[in-house]
């Protein structure tokens, strides 16, 4: 199956700096890949996306990249503000398992004002 | 904004007890999941269900593990008989095709 590993697990960065957190997989054939916001006793959010045919999504202070040869990808949330503090996981789901998605461990960002 | 509703928040539960957690997945959804999440681990696939039956499971999902749509709205996971292993946080999803829609989740605590 397919191994998402990500970094890193806990990002602290002042109110207004930038936030970039990585997640590489395994298969080549993961084809789509979402990031997902959990705040505490929440369950976790969808926060944007990107298909395996796309290089790059941006969507105001959020952005994602995909590097589909060295499999990898990014998040990055500019201008952070203290609202963005919460847990991200990166996940994958391969073209031939249906819509299983897998997860990668979460980074605890903190925003300190 | 439509929310997947899950109860209840917490359960403590004995082992070897049978316990059923409750979802009500979005009313236009098609596709329902259950995840899980031991404290500080990633979240693991469950279950997928889609048209009445299961599409797909993992290895984790095994004949302790069952899921049910009784009626038409309700999607619920049961655990005939639970094990300490069994404690840890449970997600159900729901989707019409890229991405999910989570609910708050399950504590699930097996003493």
């Known amino acids: 199956g397919e191994n998402v590993e990500q970094h890193p697990s806990t990002l602290s960065v002042q109110e207004g700096d930038s936030a970039v957190i990585k997640c590489t997989y395994s298969?080549?054939?993961?084809?789509?890949f979402p990031w997902y916001k959990q705040e505490l006793g929440k369950g976790p959010q969808l926060i944007i996306d990107?298909?395996?045919?796309?290089g790059e999504k941006k969507d105001q202070r959020i952005a994602v990249t995909l590097n589909k040869t060295a499999k990898h990808f990014s998040l990055h949330i500019t201008e952070t503000q203290p609202e963005d503090s919460a847990v991200y996981f990166c996940?994958?789901?391969?073209?031939?398992?249906?819509?299983?998605?897998?997860f990668g461990t979460g980074t605890s960002l903190t925003v300190i004002p | 904004e439509p929310e997947v509703t899950q109860t209840p928040s917490h359960q403590v539960t004995q082992m070897g007890q049978e316990v059923i957690l409750r979802c009500v997945p979005i009313?236009?959804?098609?596709?329902f999941y259950w995840y899980r999440q031991i404290l500080g681990q990633k979240v693991e696939f469950l279950v997928s269900?889609?048209?009445?039956?299961?599409?797909?499971k993992s290895e984790i999902f095994d004949d302790q593990f069952s899921v049910e749509r009784p009626d038409g709205s309700n999607f619920t996971l049961k655990i005939r008989s639970t094990k300490l292993e069994d404690s840890a946080m449970y997600f159900c999803?729901?989707?019409?095709?890229?991405?999910?829609?989570f609910g708050s989740g399950t504590r699930l605590t097996v003493v």
């Open positions: 990107i298909r395996s045919n796309v």
């Open positions: 269900f889609y048209n009445n039956e299961i599409s797909e």
């Open positions: 999803a729901s989707s019409v095709g890229r991405g999910y829609t």
């Open positions: 298969d080549s054939a993961s084809n789509y």
């Open positions: 009313s236009n959804h098609l596709y």
């Open positions: 996940a994958a789901r391969l073209t031939n398992t249906g819509n299983q998605f897998y």
